[in-house]
């Protein structure tokens, strides 16, 4: 049970986790995302596209891609970063 976070899911597309600590998580594997299921030809993905912003706006800078989106997220990588912003 989510007690210390607010989501939102976006159909056939992903979901965004709106953390206490102000930071909000998106993960899209849907249509246009960079994953796997670009082309939305799917309902599933094997890894999905990542991103992260404060409460200000201020999105989360990935130094090794040098972009704030992360494409082909692996599902286990995608669970470490979920946890790594809601510890912020």
């Known amino acids: 049970m989510f007690t210390d976070c607010h989501s939102r899911t976006i159909p056939h597309h992903g979901f965004h986790m ?12 849907g249509f246009g995302s960079y994953c796997d299921n670009r082309d939305g030809k799917s309902m599933s993905s094997k890894n999905a596209e990542m991103a992260a912003w404060d409460k200000d706006g201020n999105w989360y800078h990935f130094e090794e891609e040098h972009d704030d989106v992360k494409g082909w997220v692996t599902p286990e990588a995608a669970a470490e970063f979920i946890h790594k912003v809601s510890q912020f």
């Open 18 to 29: 709106k953390f206490a600590n102000g930071w909000t998580v998106s993960v899209q594997f």
